[in-house]
């Protein structure tokens, strides 16, 4: 990749449309051979941009998921156990002994997703997404440090695997929790925000071809002006295209009609926000009180229906 702007065609061929900073950040990580880590609400595209990227360069896409509890065995290696004790039994079968070095030797060794990237042959490097690198435990980040910081993995039994070809590492983050110094500072950092209404129509356009034009303008508009209300969970883009896809579906060619109401919960996620939602359509659910959405602007109710009202 030649430029930022290189970093932007190759990706807009693949079907995702990045802008000028986040284009930059990527091709720095690729020329620099640094960790990027992306942070920004859910739904403005992290995952999907590493994604992106390895088609870009049609290369192999490794992702490792990060939750609560993840381990060293799930991420980076682990022994198998299983052909180990079966390798005992047979040596033990032909009156023969293995030793300590016999067992834990590259033979029975597995491979995780952080291995997995060190041993890629290449020679174009993988691209690693660790992905909500912010749901997995401060222990976890730990065991990152050395990695990040020089593409390597130590395994006491075998010594340090160092990556011939250092993958491109993209580590994604909500937010949900602030990240250790230690792993910042061993990363380029982006914050993805939410797309413009023209490069959000765009993004939609593409994903759902079969929509009309004036479907896909005012539902990406009024995508954007939900954000500004009081919601629990505010709509992404991949929220936004599912919704758009729905009603496409559904034969609906602007946000008029009854389908509308009825499509709601690909982009409200609580019953709250499915009330808050649709009163700033304009048609809520009896017992919320009535908003308009009106050329891009929501008003929001006066107040949220209970729970229990709704029941």
Not at 37 to 66: H, N, S, Y
Request: net charge negative; glycine share 8%; charged share 25%.
């Amino acid at each position: 990749m030649k430029d930022a702007q290189d970093v932007a065609r190759r990706l807009d061929a693949v079907d995702y449309l990045t802008d000028d900073g986040l284009a930059m950040a990527l091709f720095l990580a690729v020329r620099l051979g640094k960790p990027l880590l992306l942070e920004g609400e859910p739904g403005v595209g992290k995952t999907a941009a590493a994604k992106a990227l390895a088609r870009a360069m049609d290369t192999t896409f490794i992702r490792l998921q990060c939750y609560e509890g993840l381990t060293a065995g799930e991420a980076l290696y682990e022994w198998n156990y299983q052909r180990q004790l079966l390798a005992i039994r047979l040596a033990e079968a032909q009156g023969s002994r293995l030793t300590d070095g016999d067992l834990f030797s590259a033979e029975f060794l597995q491979e995780r997703p952080i291995l997995r990237a060190v041993r890629h042959p290449g020679p174009v490097p993988p691209v690693l997404l660790i992905d909500e690198i912010d749901r997995a435990d401060d222990e976890f980040e730990a065991l990152l440090f050395e990695f990040l910081g020089e593409a390597g993995i130590t395994i006491p039994e075998l010594g340090t695997f160092t990556a011939h070809t250092p993958p491109i590492v993209v580590l994604t983050s909500n937010r949900s929790r602030e990240l250790h110094d230690a792993l910042r500072r061993r990363c380029l950092y982006h914050w993805i925000e939410f797309p413009a209404p023209q490069r959000a129509a765009e993004i939609v356009r593409r994903a759902v071809p079969t929509a009309t034009e004036p479907l896909i303008r005012t539902a990406t508009e009024f995508v954007g002006a939900v954000r500004g209300l009081e919601l629990d969970k505010a709509p992404g883009m991949a929220e936004a295209i599912d919704w758009v896809a729905a009603l496409s579906v559904l034969g609906a060619a602007d946000l008029a009609g009854d389908d509308v109401l009825g499509t709601i919960g690909t982009i409200a996620k609580t019953p709250d926000d499915r009330v808050t939602v649709a009163a700033a359509l304009g048609t809520p659910p009896a017992g919320s009180v009535l908003g308009t959405y009106q050329g891009g602007q929501c008003s929001a109710p006066t107040r949220r229906v209970s729970r229990e009202a709704q029941q």
